[in-house]
């Protein structure tokens, strides 16, 4: 499966989930971050690009995906030094996940970063323009449609829950019964956000 950040799954994870309906970017403390990076992850997975052995993600050798932003991450578990678990990949790439994928989405033409910042309760946030509302529409719809048995959009409603995340104000619902057909690789990275995320919870009040 050869996708890009333009209409893959790390682009609708950002567009529909980590976006609010203002276009802004969110606090760290949401735990998003850690969302975005496991879109990536999930997104290679699914891609046949990285698998686990003894609970660490492993590059498979062969053909790279297409999208640059992809490419870099699979190149980052290739030449990692010592093997990482999903839990450590999540975190290490949530740093600087939103700057990659919303550079795609620009190149793109989805998204145009705001001339100006706007106000959240606790700091001024970076914002951009929607450009393709059509896009952001499609991303929401892939999370809600929890009749759609594709893995993609199982994956990405399986996220959206880990992070406790809303798209759109809809509450989201972790499907139990259509996680069973993900890959051992992709149920490993969803375990990995939830524990990645799960401390931050109790900062948010």
């Known amino acids: ?10 682009g609708d994870f950002l567009l529909a989930v980590y976006l609010d309906g203002q276009g802004r970017v969110p606090h760290y403390r949401t735990g998003l971050d850690f969302g975005l990076s496991a879109a990536m992850l999930m997104e290679l997975a699914l891609g046949g690009f990285i698998h686990t052995v003894d609970g ?7 053909t790279d995906p297409r999208d640059p932003t992809l490419r870099e991450v699979l190149m980052r578990i290739r030449s990692s030094r010592k093997p990482r678990r999903a839990s450590e990949w999540v975190k290490a790439l949530s740093l600087s996940a939103h ?9 793109h033409g989805v998204l145009a970063r705001a001339p100006r ?19 952001r529409d499609a991303a929401i719809r892939s ?13 990405l409603a399986a996220l ?3 992070c406790e995340a809303t798209s759109d104000g809809q ?5 139990e019964a259509m996680l069973q057909s993900l890959s051992p690789t992709c149920r490993q990275i969803l375990n990995a956000v939830t524990d990645c995320v799960r ?3 109790f900062t948010w009040d």
């Open 160 to 162: 959206a829950s880990a």
């Open 171 to 175: 509450e989201q619902s972790e499907p």
């Open 117 to 135: 910042r706007i106000p959240l309760p606790t700091r001024s946030a970076r914002r951009y323009d929607l450009l393709r509302g059509n896009r």
């Open 143 to 155: 999370v809600d449609d929890t009749a759609d048995p594709s893995d993609r959009s199982t994956a």
């Open 199 to 201: 401390p931050l919870k």
């Open 56 to 62: 660490n993600i492993v590059a498979v050798h062969g």
């Open 1 to 10: 499966m050869q996708t890009d950040v333009g209409s893959g799954l790390a």
């Open 99 to 107: 700057k990659r994928l919303s550079a795609g989405l620009i190149a």
